[in-house]
């Protein structure tokens, strides 16, 4: 009896270090794994290499613990070269005790060639209410022709065009229509400028463009839009004064054109400065997303295209004097 008594409690001592050492070692390799990061950030693509007729999904995310304050970039005003046709975002969805938070955009390009996406500055407040920024990498992305030759071949370049044909054909009619044509146009042209020169001979001093523009600003201001909510319109408003002044200021049809036509006659602009063409550009892609995309900006991108269209204005307006005989511009 002492026997079996005896070999019962060597058996227990072993069960109970046996658990014991199995207990140790979980405790052992939970304290070897590396502590997990207050916050990451990631940037990617679902391609590096696409057609012309091919999307790009654009993702940045941003997994973060709850006590850490996550401010995203503005993407769209950042990428050259590539037009946004979607955007949307996704969370903050709590994973393992974090919050992961997207953003997207399906991006397009209309010319064969290599494009980058540039690094995406995320910016953050820690627990401690320190401010701080994470980067993210560029990422080159190659975009191909889809152009097929007549062997079914890829074409690398655009297709050249076929020599023209001779076609014999009497062009006396078309000579003849083209000497009326010209006699019109001549007479047509000769009357409308003696119209506009009685015209303007009797016109009033005319409002420089920046000052109509500012006058137009301020009764926006006074409507409230932004307060009553109706940011859609208040965009539509403050797009059209932008463009109208680019209109009456240099002579470019601003008005007809949409952002894609208007932005390279910005451009060409010699009287703009590298900085002001930027702020233009800037106001003009990110105004168009709250416009047709229902993108709904914070109060600081509302106050940053404010100061972007003033600027805009003060940093090319001009001062107009008109005299009986002449007109004279002098830049302030």
Not at 39 to 55: E, L
Not at 219 to 248: A, P, Q, T
């Amino acid at each position: 009896m002492k026997r079996v008594s005896l070999s019962i409690f060597l058996i227990y001592m072993l069960f109970i270090s046996c658990c014991s050492s199995v207990k140790e070692n979980e405790i052992s390799k939970e304290q070897e794994k590396p502590p997990v990061p207050s916050i990451g950030v990631k940037a990617q693509t679902d391609r590096t290499t696409a057609t012309v007729a091919d999307p790009i999904t654009y993702t940045l995310s941003v997994l973060y613990v709850p006590e850490i304050k996550v401010r995203m970039p503005e993407v769209g005003s950042q990428i050259a070269g590539l037009r946004i046709v979607d955007f949307g975002e996704e969370g903050p969805a709590e994973i393992d005790n974090r919050l992961e938070y997207k953003k997207w955009y399906k991006l397009r390009a209309d010319i064969a060639g290599a494009y980058i996406i540039p690094s995406m500055v995320v910016s953050y407040t820690d627990k401690h209410g320190t401010k701080k920024e994470l980067k993210t990498p560029q990422i080159f992305i190659e975009v191909k022709t889809t152009l097929i030759d007549e062997k079914g071949e890829t074409l690398k370049d655009i297709i050249d065009i076929k020599p023209l044909q001779e076609v014999k054909r009497d062009l006396t009619p078309y000579i003849l229509f083209g000497i009326i044509a010209l006699v019109l146009i001549v007479g047509v042209v000769g009357v409308l400028f003696y119209i506009d020169r009685k015209q303007k001979r009797a016109q009033k001093v005319k409002k420089p463009a920046h000052i109509i523009a500012l006058e137009e600003l301020e009764k926006l201001r006074k409507e409230k839009l932004i307060e009553k909510g109706v940011l859609r319109e208040h965009y539509f408003r403050l797009s059209d004064i932008f463009r109208r002044y680019i209109e009456n200021r240099f002579g470019v049809p601003a008005v007809e054109q949409t952002t894609q036509e208007l932005l390279p006659e910005i451009g060409k602009l010699r009287e703009l400065t590298t900085s002001v063409k930027s702020k233009a550009r800037e106001f003009l892609i990110h105004s168009d997303l709250i416009k047709f995309a229902k993108y709904a900006p914070v109060q600081e991108e509302m106050d940053h295209n404010h100061e972007n269209v003033m600027t805009v204005i003060n940093e090319t307006k001009q001062e107009e004097i008109i005299s009986e005989n002449y007109k004279i511009a002098k830049k302030t």
